[in-house]
Antibody, heavy 118, light 106 residues
Framework: QITLKESGPTLVKPTQTLTLTCTFS??????????VGWIRQPPGKALEWLAL???????RYSPSLKSRLTITKDTSKNQVVLTMTNMDPVDTATYYC??????????WGQGTLVTVSS | DIQMTQSPSSVSASVGDRVTITCRAS??????LAWYQQKPGKAPKLLIY???SLQSGVPSRFSGSGSGTDFTLTISSLQPEDFATYYC????????FGQGTKVEIK
């Protein structure tokens, strides 16, 4: 059974760096073909893909946010970490992590709401 | 970037109705398309992948079709639990989502 759960701060100040952790079970990020991605959703708006990382440490980023994002993995802890620099109120959103198979997100975490406000 | 455009943005329907949602890609994506259902306050749920393959556990009243640039999601007989927002997502290159279609009670 695959499960994922996001954790991190619920409130960050403008210009700060956000660090989110995705802790998962039911699969290993050392298995060929496996990946984990991050997606966000501002309140009342559509989904936006942010970044993904594969078992072989191949990393991909949304072109519009690439300069602000870093994704890493800790295979021994079954965790994937996303950092986003220079946070702004427009970055207020629910952030999801998800298991990815052939660029399709087949298992999702419950999401975590991050508010950017001074 | 490959842009995904869904229509309509919302649809009002009754239980038992047939509902069709369309998704158009700004360039050809073969069959690299997925559909998700999202209920308020919940994470999206994968319904369809590879344009027409039903994810395990998803009711057969959901179906997908299309290839290239034009795709459809059909709910053959709308059930009370199907009132939700639906998103398409292209999986040809880095993922992009449509803007969503809200299925509301008529």
């Amino acid at each position: 059974q695959i499960t994922l759960k996001e954790s991190g701060p619920t409130l960050v100040k403008p210009t700060q760096t956000l660090t989110l952790t995705c802790t998962f079970s039911g699969f290993s990020l050392s298995t060929s073909g496996v990946g984990v991605g991050w997606i966000r959703q501002p309140p009342g708006k559509a989904l936006e893909w942010l970044a993904l990382i594969y078992w072989d440490d191949d990393k991909r980023y949304s072109p519009s946010l690439k300069s602000r994002l870093t994704i890493t993995k800790d295979t021994s802890k079954n965790q994937v970490v996303l950092t986003m620099t220079n946070m702004d109120p427009v970055d207020t959103a629910t952030y999801y992590c998800a298991h990815i198979s052939q660029l399709v997100f087949d298992y999702w975490g419950q999401g975590t709401l991050v508010t950017v406000s001074s | 970037d490959i842009q995904m455009t869904q229509s309509p943005s919302s649809v009002s329907a009754s239980v038992g109705d047939r509902v069709t949602i369309t998704c158009r890609a700004s360039q050809g994506i073969s069959s690299w398309l997925a559909w998700y259902q999202q209920k308020p306050g919940k994470a999206p749920k994968l319904l369809i992948y590879a344009a027409s393959s039903l994810q395990s556990g998803v009711p057969s009243r959901f179906s997908g079709s299309g290839s290239g640039t034009d795709f459809t999601l059909t709910i053959s007989s709308l059930q009370p639990e199907d009132f939700a927002t639906y998103y398409c997502q292209q999986a040809n290159s880095f993922p992009t989502f449509g803007q969503g279609t809200k299925v509301e009670i008529k």
